[in-house]
């Protein structure tokens, strides 16, 4: 699985840190949703994979405060919120969407 995730270009602990963020957030919810379930551990992990490494360097080349960049905790920790943040934002989205373009009633 380390090749894989080496082929892709993503490390494996920022993976597990964004579907850690994903389950909290499927699992945080009042209305569980088998669509939920699946859906958020994995696009949790896969914003994380891909956005956790852009976001830290941001932060650190725009001087913002945070811990050492260089830590492995600093990057996870990004990760996981990353993960988490990713699909209440998705749920957004789609709220949106299915507003928009739901057929209305009569």
Sequence with gaps: MHEL???LGIKGPVVA???AGGV????S???YKVREMVASP???ALAAA??????VTYFKATGLPIPDPANDTTTLAAAFLIGVSAMWISDILFEFIMRKFKPTGE
């Design 5 to 7: 995730f080496d082929l």
């Design 17 to 19: 840190a964004g579907l």
């Design 24 to 27: 909290l957030r499927a699992l």
């Design 29 to 31: 919810r009042h209305r």
């Design 42 to 44: 994995i696009c949790g």
């Design 50 to 55: 891909y956005l956790t490494l852009p976001v």
